[in-house]
Structure formats: C-alpha cells, structure tokens
C-alpha cells in the first residue's frame, strides 16, 4: 500500500508541478525556428508520467481479471479515463499560451507578406537585382508563414499523442476482453 500512496503522491505532485511551470510567463520560440516552440520536453515529461501511470493501472487490471469483480473493471476504466484526462489538463495553460504565440507570429509574418506583396505591386522601374532580393523576400516570407501554420500548439507532436492513443486503446482493449470474457463465463 505504501508504494501505491508514493507513487499517487509522486505522480499527482509531478503533474501539478507541470501545470504550474504552464502558468508562468514564459518566453516561447518562435514557432517557424521550432514547431513545438520549445516544449516538446516538457510534452515528453508528461508522456512519461502518463505512460508510469498506465503501467501501474495495467498491473491493477492484472488483479481485476484475476479476480472477476465488475466493480474491479468499473474501477479501472474510471482510472483509464481519468489518466488520459490528465495527460491534456495539466498542459492546457501552456497550450493556451503556444496558440496565442503561433497567432501572434502568423499575424506578424501575414503583415510582412501584405507588404511585401504591396511594394511589388506598386513598384517601378527597378534595376534587377532589387527585384530579385524583392523576390526572394517574399518566398522566404511565404514559406515562414507556411511552417508557422503547421506548428504544433500543444508541446507534443503527432508521434507522442501517437504513442498516447496506443497506450489508451490497448488498456480500453484489454479492459472489453476481460469483461466479455467475465460475462461469457470463459
């Protein structure tokens, strides 16, 4: 029982501990250098409590099979929903924070590319290389603001949240085949 309470205790403090770096000021990268603006370690830190947290709710659904009690099973899948609850809440303040921050820099890259596109609609006989470096300035603009729009705003990419969903879906698999296995007398 003693290890149980310790890892509760170790595993809620940690997340908590999450949610309140989330609430900080932080300063965030700008998220055409880096899609995830610099909290893909902290989205592993949660990936990691989270996946500790499934594995000793897998070892509790290991004592729930062997010992056949509906309410067993109703426990656990209430900590299987429970966990992938709080794999997103403790983020949501940061997640807040890396949307405003994508919007932000979208705002100010799409301003740049209104102007850039206005400058070479209004301008005149230049010489070549001015509307060359005019050019590239509006492609290098353009596909900033084209990385921007596919930056992440949750600190985890699709290969995290991947893992996440197996991990979710093979406890929620686990748990059906123990129930019908319970209710067919198998």
Not at 143 to 150: P, Y
């Amino acid at each position: 029982m003693l290890g149980i309470s310790s890892f509760v205790w170790t595993y809620f403090a940690s997340l908590r501990g999450v949610h309140r770096f989330g609430r900080l000021h932080i300063l965030l990268r700008d998220p055409g250098a880096d899609p995830t603006q610099g909290t893909k370690p902290l989205g592993s830190i949660t990936l990691s409590l989270t996946a500790s947290y499934f594995a000793v709710v897998a070892a509790a659904l290991q004592w729930a099979i062997g010992s056949g009690s509906l309410f067993s099973f109703l426990m656990i899948g209430s900590l299987t929903i429970i966990g992938a609850a709080m794999f997103f809440l403790p983020l949501n303040n940061l997640h807040q924070k890396m949307r405003l921050n994508k919007d932000a820099a979208l705002s100010r890259t799409r301003t740049q590319l209104n102007e850039l596109t206005h400058r070479s609609g209004q301008s005149g006989p230049e010489n070549g290389s001015e509307a060359a470096v005019g050019v590239w300035k509006l492609i290098g603009t353009d596909i900033l603001d084209k990385r921007i729009s596919t930056a992440h705003t949750w600190p985890f990419d699709t290969s995290m949240l991947g893992r996440f969903v197996v991990v979710v879906l093979s406890m929620t698999a686990a748990l059906l085949v123990a129930v019908v296995r319970d209710l067919l007398k198998f």
